[in-house]
């Protein structure tokens, strides 16, 4: 067997195990009773094990070499390069130093919980120094295994979650939103504050709002026969080829919140399910990067289900499940769930804000993995930047500012990114569909999302990883991702509309 099949089987191995670990894990969250906690902890922890002495055994590094000398196709040669990033990333790192991070990140993350709660910045500083200290020599070691991939340290762990995106190219794409953004949340907010809003709270029955779920899932091209829809406290979208898990989370007060959760785990689903059939269980037939999976959840929440076509399809669907809002129109519909307005907390921003959030946070997440600040002066520069960007002060408010997320204390440093660069391709690609599409509006009105899915099937499903991130968005549109068509996405759904 050649050096290039061995590797085939191993990985095919590895990925059936990860199919494993994917299902015990969604349990966990979704249907496990709480008794069950430690055995579950154990049998992730040996499947973790297992996983992890598979990918680092000495004889892959003697198939790399192998493989390098054989004859493989271009997509072969494509699969081998995502297989050996995947072995370069888990063998550059020390098992003393992975030991120490995820005791670290377990106390801090723990200690977290509580001290957010009470605005205990200094109670949290002692543990998180020395996850920023670890995360540092995590990055200076990624760095120095890659031998010149990586510019800094920072980009080394921006590369776990979205590859092929650098420091240099997202600072790029980031000032030009910070060169305009702010002032264009000033004019749609002024806009906005001129025009009168529907109150849309009120009662609405968990049973029908989970009704409602499965209806617009299933316009959306979801497949239940391979897959499903459950409750967790945070919405989520994980499984396998045939099995897409989604959770979404429901309040009797929002039937919105609930939707809207739904609709971008059903994007997240349905690019997993679009990805290359005959590359299964290898790497190359996996997903691109976290920045293209978040592309396609944003291009369902945000470019698909507030467009006002689809809007106006989905008005009759509401009505039909809460008679309630039967006076409420498609128009009146569109402004609840597009409003806008600043806020200390990302997760419940619009997408007009939140852009700002993340910024914010790479630009202070960057700095202290490459060593241009430390975690005690956090605080400050949140503050400054927050004022800079969004106008509100959080000086002394920890827990709606620094500690807010649960990414940092975790050592998740180099995640952040990967939103912001989503919302920024999925306007790039909306844009590109309308181009190819001019009947594209015409067709959402109907409730046919058809033609939307074939062209990101085409274009981004099916090429899995074989392209990078940059390569990706521009076979797809003509260009590399370009904040302008943000920018001209934000002025015509609030401005020129």
């Given at each position: ?14 990925h ?61 040669q ?73 510019a ?28 305009q ?36 899932m ?18 989520f ?26 609709v ?75 409003r ?18 993340i ?19 956090i ?26 997320d ?65 390569e ?17 996405h ?8």
């Open positions: 067997m050649s050096a290039y099949h061995s590797l085939v089987n191993q990985f095919a191995r590895l059936k195990l990860s199919h494993a670990s994917t299902f015990l894990s969604w349990d966990q969250q979704v249907m496990m009773p709480p008794g069950g906690a430690e055995g579950r902890a154990q049998a992730l922890a040996e499947l973790h094990q297992i996983h992890h002495e598979l990918l680092t055994a000495e004889y892959l590094g003697d198939w790399f070499e192998g493989a390098l000398q054989e004859g493989l196709s271009e997509d072969q494509a699969n081998l390069r995502e297989m050996h990033r995947l072995w370069q990333q888990a063998t550059c790192l020390q098992g003393d130093l992975v030991q120490a991070q995820s005791l670290a990140a377990s106390r801090c993350e723990h200690a977290w919980r509580e001290q957010r709660g009470n605005n205990d910045w200094a109670g949290f500083l002692p543990n998180f120094k020395e996850v920023v200290r670890l995360a540092r020599e995590e990055a200076q070691a990624r760095q120095a295994a890659a031998e010149g991939d990586f800094t340290p920072y980009d080394a762990l921006l590369d776990l979650y979205s590859s092929g995106d650098t420091s240099a190219s997202i600072a790029e794409v980031f000032d030009g939103l910070k060169a953004l702010p002032g264009l949340i000033d004019e749609v907010i002024e806009r906005q504050r001129r025009t009168p809003n529907v109150d849309l709270s009120g009662h609405y029955n968990i049973q029908e709002q989970q009704r409602l779920s499965h209806s617009v299933e316009v959306l091209g979801f497949d239940f026969s391979k897959g499903r829809l459950d409750i967790s406290s945070h919405p979208s994980t499984g396998v080829r045939g099995d897409h898990r989604i959770t979404t989370r429901y309040r009797e007060s929002d039937f919105i919140e609930a939707l809207m959760g739904t971008h785990e059903t994007g997240h689903a349905s690019y997993e399910a679009g990805l290359p059939e005959a590359w299964a269980g290898q790497p190359a037939g996996e997903a691109r990067s976290m920045s293209i999976h978040e592309s396609q959840s944003l291009l369902f929440e945000k470019q698909l289900l507030l467009s006002k076509p689809f809007v106006r399809f989905l008005t009759p669907i509401i009505h039909q499940h809460f008679p309630t809002l039967k006076e409420v129109d498609h128009d009146q519909f569109w402004q609840a769930m597009s806008v307005h600043r806020g200390f907390i990302r997760v419940e921003a619009d997408e007009v804000t939140y852009p700002m959030h910024v914010l946070r790479y630009e202070i997440e960057s700095a202290l993995i490459n060593g241009e600040m430390e975690a005690e002066d605080p400050d520069a949140w503050a400054d930047k927050m004022q800079a960007y969004l106008g509100l002060d959080t000086h002394g408010n920890y827990k709606d500012g620094c500690l807010q649960i990414h940092w204390p975790s050592g998740a440093f180099g995640y952040f990114p990967s939103y912001t660069l989503g919302a920024l391709n999925a306007a790039q690609l909306f844009s590109a569909m309308h181009r190819d599409l001019p009947a594209l509006d015409a067709h959402l009105r109907e409730g046919n999302v058809s033609s939307l899915r074939q062209w990101l099937g085409s274009r981004i499903w099916s090429k899995g990883s074989f392209l990078s991130s940059k990706l968005i521009t076979q797809a549109t003509g260009e590399a991702t370009n904040p302008d068509y943000f920018i001209r934000i002025r015509n759904r609030y401005l020129d509309m």
